[in-house]
């Protein structure tokens, strides 16, 4: 194995014209990503050394030749967090009315609303369609409560369809964007609120100019925890 190995550590060479006179690139440590494990292995002065890594020690590796700044947060931001894809961050609505508009029928006018609402977090990134949740006050601990937030447009995962809305690449302007956008029957909208479980459309018109949202209408999704997993 160990033969075999070293010819594979060695067996890379520069991409650069004949007759250019460089050696060989050297390789001198592999990663070995398997079903249930990783494999780290090290070629020095002909003797290879192997151990098992963890994805943490990897990423840590990396992280210590990188610098992670979020740079200035927007106001009422929550929480921000680095995923897969993109850079997300938490934001705050305090409990107020919102002017919506609803997309009953195509080429229709559209109905227009002021719907009081219940504290929101906006899990957000430049560009995209945010994540929302409700919430009976602003969070503190991560074993407090997140409910559906009971609106048009907005999947059982949080997660929101943007139909043909563009969303800005200023996370602290997404929120007051999604309800700029259209509403229409798109998406997840049942069990969104405890009195009207299979008609939210019934709950907005209950709703519709009333100073505050009923609270206990509310129903429960999760913990603020679950999002910061």
Not at 7 to 22: F, H, R, S, T
Not at 74 to 84: A, G
């Amino acid at each position: 194995m160990v033969e075999t190995l070293t010819k594979e550590l060695n067996a890379y060479q520069w991409a650069l014209p004949d007759g250019i006179d460089v050696p060989p690139d050297e390789l001198k440590a592999r990663l070995d990503f398997y079903q249930d494990s990783i494999i780290f292995y090290m070629l020095d002065k002909g003797v290879i050394t192997t151990k098992q890594v963890s994805a943490q020690d990897i990423s840590l590796a990396v992280l210590s030749e990188t610098s992670l700044n979020s740079g200035l947060l927007p106001r009422e931001t929550l929480w921000w967090k680095q995923t897969r894809t993109a850079v997300e961050v938490a934001l705050w609505r305090a409990p107020k009315v919102w002017p919506v508009a609803l997309q009953e029928e195509a080429f229709q006018p559209a109905r227009r609303l002021n719907l009081p609402m219940s504290g929101l977090i906006f899990v957000c990134s430049a560009g995209r369609p945010p994540n929302i949740y409700a919430v009976k006050k602003r969070p503190q601990s991560p074993g407090e409560f997140i409910y559906y937030a009971p609106l048009f447009n907005v999947y059982d995962s949080g997660s929101s369809c943007p139909g043909t809305h563009k969303y800005p690449q200023q996370v602290a302007k997404i929120p007051e964007s999604f309800f700029s956008a259209f509403f229409t029957r798109a998406a997840v909208f049942n069990s969104r609120s405890q009195k009207y479980p299979n008609n939210l459309l019934k709950l907005w018109e209950e709703i519709d100019g009333k100073p505050r949202y009923p609270m206990n209408d509310l129903v429960k999704m999760g913990t603020v925890g679950d999002l910061l997993k």
